[in-house]
C-alpha cells in the first residue's frame, strides 16, 4: 500500500503538517517545479580528506575521501570524551567523583592538562581537561577510572565505534598518539560527532569554551574558529606529524547546523581557513527543513483481528532534510506501510518506510513505527476480521 504525500511552501512547515492530509494513490508522485538556485561545485580544499555533514538529517553534503583511514591524533579523544558523558548520563559517574592520578597518566606525552601524580582530581574537571586543552593525561586517568587501564579501555572505544557504524576506525589508546594501528575516517569522526551533538547535548557547551584554566596555568582552546566565527560552538583539533593539522567543527546558524571535519592540512591556519571554506558553503546553499516531530500520526492503516480497527502510524523522532535553498517546493515524501497488518502490534513496531525524495533524487528515508499498541481482538472479532479479510483481498480492498 503506497501513500504519497506532497510538500509544498515547506517553510511555514510548523503550521502547515497540523492540517495537512495525505493523498492516496498508487502512482509516482508529481513532481513541483520551482526555478531553482545555482549552486557551485563544492570548494576543493587542502587537504588530506574532508567531509562536511548536517548534524540533523545526518545528509553529507561534500565529501573527499572521508572514508580514508588515517591517523586522528587527538580526534580520538572525541571518543574519550564521548564514553565519559555516556557513563556521565547513564549515572554510573558523577561530575563530582574523584578520579586518582597514576604515574603512567602523569608521565603521558603531548598536550596536557598538567596534573599531579598521587593527587585527586573530579571527573567534572578531567572532562573539561579533556574536550578543552586536549590533555593526555587526563584522557589517560580517565581511561584508567573507567576500565581499569587503557588498554581495556581502547576495547570499550572499539566497541561502541562498531555500534555507531564507524567502519573505518580502530583504537588503541584513549589520546591519539601515534600508532599504526590507531585510524579513523573523516565520515566516521563526523559521525561520532554528530552523536556527541545530539547524544549528550547537555555537555556540549563544553566544545565552545576558550579557555580552561587548572593548577594555576590557564591554556586557550586550540580551535581558533571558536574566536573567529560565533556561530561555531565546538568540537575538537589533532595534530601529530603523521596525522598533520586537524579539525572537526560544527557550527549552527538558525536552525541549520553543520559538521565538518578536515584532515591533513599543513598548518593550525590552513585548518581553520579550509574548515571555514565548507562551512561557509553549506549554509549559504543549502537548508533544513524539519518535516515531522516525532510522535506526529501521518496515517491510519487497517489492522485485522485487533481490539481496534486502525493503527496510528508515524516517526519515533524528528524528521529533517536538508536540500538547496530555494527548492524545498520539489520535496514529495511516500509511506510505504506493510500490507495486512495483524494484531498484537506492540507501540514502536516497525510498519513501513518513508521516503522522501527531491524530484528523481531520494534525499531521505526513515522507518514508519506503530504509536500505539494493539492487542488481539475477542475470538468472534478475529473470526469476523478473518472472513472480511478474504473478501477484502478478493474484490481489491473494497471492504478496509
Given at each position: 500500500m503506497r501513500f504519497?504525500?506532497?510538500?509544498?511552501?515547506?517553510?511555514?512547515?510548523?503550521?502547515?503538517?497540523?492540517g495537512l492530509l495525505l493523498v492516496v494513490s498508487q502512482a509516482t508522485a508529481q513532481v513541483v517545479t520551482a526555478p531553482q538556485t545555482m549552486i557551485p561545485s563544492?570548494?576543493?580544499?587542502?587537504?588530506?580528506?574532508?567531509?562536511l555533514m548536517d548534524a540533523n538529517s545526518g545528509r553529507v553534503l561534500v565529501e573527499h575521501n572521508a572514508d580514508e583511514r588515517l591517523p586522528p591524533a587527538s580526534l580520538t579523544k572525541l571518543m574519550t570524551a564521548y564514553l565519559v558523558?555516556?557513563?556521565?548520563?547513564?549515572?554510573?559517574?558523577?561530575?563530582?567523583d574523584l578520579v586518582p592520578i597514576s604515574e603512567k597518566a602523569w608521565r603521558t606525552g603531548g598536550s596536557k592538562m598538567f596534573i599531579e601524580v598521587d593527587t585527586q582530581v573530579t571527573v567534572d574537571e578531567l572532562l573539561k581537561?579533556?574536550?578543552?586543552?586536549?590533555?593526555?593525561?587526563?584522557?589517560v586517568a580517565m581511561a584508567e577510572y573507567l576500565s581499569g587501564g587503557e588498554r581495556p579501555f581502547a576495547d570499550l572505544m572499539n566497541q561502541h565505534a562498531t555500534r555507531l557504524g564507524m567502519h573505518n576506525t580502530n583504537f588503541v589508546n584513549a589520546t591519539g598518539l601515534p600508532d599504526e594501528d590507531h585510524y579513523s575516517s573523516a565520515r566516521d569522526l563526523a559521525l561520532l560527532s554528530q552523536?556527541?551533538?545530539?547524544?549528550?547535548?547537555?555537555?556540549?557547551?563544553?566544545y565552545a569554551k576558550k579557555q580552561f584554566s587548572y593548577g594555576g596555568i590557564e591554556q586557550p582552546n586550540r580551535n581558533r574558529l571558536l574566536w573567529r566565527d560565533s556561530s561555531v560552538d565546538g568540537l575538537k583539533t589533532g595534530w601529530t606529524e603523521a596525522a598533520g593539522y586537524c579539525?572537526?567543527?560544527?557550527?549552527?546558524?538558525?536552525?541549520?547546523?553543520?559538521?565538518?571535519?578536515?584532515?591533513?592540512?599543513?598548518?593550525?591556519e590552513a585548518r581553520a581557513q579550509e574548515t571555514q571554506k565548507l562551512l561557509s558553503y553549506g549554509f549559504r546553499y543549502y537548508e533544513t527543513l524539519k518535516l515531522y516531530e516525532a510522535g506526529a500520526v501521518l496515517n491510519t492503516p487497517r489492522v485485522w483481528g485487533g481490539d481496534k480497527n486502525e493503527l496510528r502510524v508515524g516517526v519515533d523522532r524528528d524528521v529533517f532534510m536538508t536540500v538547496p535553498r530555494a527548492r524545498s517546493d520539489e520535496l514529495t515524501a511516500k509511506l510505504d506501510i506493510q500490507a495486512d497488518l495483524t494484531a498484537p502490534i506492540t507501540a514502536g513496531d516497525r510498519v513501513g518506510t518513508m521516503e522522501v525524495r527531491q524530484a528523481d533524487e531520494v534525499v531521505g528515508e526513515r522507518p514508519l513505527v506503530a504509536l500505539e499498541g494493539i492487542e488481539e481482538g475477542g475470538l468472534f472479532k478475529r473470526l469476523f476480521d478473518q472472513v472480511l479479510r478474504f473478501f477484502s483481498n478478493l474484490v481489491g480492498g473494497w471492504f478496509d
Amino acid at each position: 500500500m503506497r501513500f504519497t504525500l506532497f510538500f509544498r511552501r515547506l517553510r511555514l512547515l510548523p503550521l502547515l503538517l497540523a492540517g495537512l492530509l495525505l493523498v492516496v494513490s498508487q502512482a509516482t508522485a508529481q513532481v513541483v517545479t520551482a526555478p531553482q538556485t545555482m549552486i557551485p561545485s563544492p570548494p576543493q580544499l587542502a587537504a588530506t580528506s574532508w567531509i562536511l555533514m548536517d548534524a540533523n538529517s545526518g545528509r553529507v553534503l561534500v565529501e573527499h575521501n572521508a572514508d580514508e583511514r588515517l591517523p586522528p591524533a587527538s580526534l580520538t579523544k572525541l571518543m574519550t570524551a564521548y564514553l565519559v558523558e555516556r557513563e556521565l548520563d547513564r549515572g554510573n559517574i558523577s561530575p563530582d567523583d574523584l578520579v586518582p592520578i597514576s604515574e603512567k597518566a602523569w608521565r603521558t606525552g603531548g598536550s596536557k592538562m598538567f596534573i599531579e601524580v598521587d593527587t585527586q582530581v573530579t571527573v567534572d574537571e578531567l572532562l573539561k581537561g579533556i574536550i578543552i586543552v586536549s590533555g593526555n593525561d587526563a584522557s589517560v586517568a580517565m581511561a584508567e577510572y573507567l576500565s581499569g587501564g587503557e588498554r581495556p579501555f581502547a576495547d570499550l572505544m572499539n566497541q561502541h565505534a562498531t555500534r555507531l557504524g564507524m567502519h573505518n576506525t580502530n583504537f588503541v589508546n584513549a589520546t591519539g598518539l601515534p600508532d599504526e594501528d590507531h585510524y579513523s575516517s573523516a565520515r566516521d569522526l563526523a559521525l561520532l560527532s554528530q552523536h556527541i551533538i545530539n547524544d549528550y547535548p547537555e555537555h556540549y557547551a563544553t566544545y565552545a569554551k576558550k579557555q580552561f584554566s587548572y593548577g594555576g596555568i590557564e591554556q586557550p582552546n586550540r580551535n581558533r574558529l571558536l574566536w573567529r566565527d560565533s556561530s561555531v560552538d565546538g568540537l575538537k583539533t589533532g595534530w601529530t606529524e603523521a596525522a598533520g593539522y586537524c579539525l572537526v567543527a560544527s557550527a549552527k546558524r538558525d536552525d541549520m547546523r553543520l559538521i565538518s571535519v578536515v584532515m591533513g592540512t599543513a598548518s593550525e591556519e590552513a585548518r581553520a581557513q579550509e574548515t571555514q571554506k565548507l562551512l561557509s558553503y553549506g549554509f549559504r546553499y543549502y537548508e533544513t527543513l524539519k518535516l515531522y516531530e516525532a510522535g506526529a500520526v501521518l496515517n491510519t492503516p487497517r489492522v485485522w483481528g485487533g481490539d481496534k480497527n486502525e493503527l496510528r502510524v508515524g516517526v519515533d523522532r524528528d524528521v529533517f532534510m536538508t536540500v538547496p535553498r530555494a527548492r524545498s517546493d520539489e520535496l514529495t515524501a511516500k509511506l510505504d506501510i506493510q500490507a495486512d497488518l495483524t494484531a498484537p502490534i506492540t507501540a514502536g513496531d516497525r510498519v513501513g518506510t518513508m521516503e522522501v525524495r527531491q524530484a528523481d533524487e531520494v534525499v531521505g528515508e526513515r522507518p514508519l513505527v506503530a504509536l500505539e499498541g494493539i492487542e488481539e481482538g475477542g475470538l468472534f472479532k478475529r473470526l469476523f476480521d478473518q472472513v472480511l479479510r478474504f473478501f477484502s483481498n478478493l474484490v481489491g480492498g473494497w471492504f478496509d
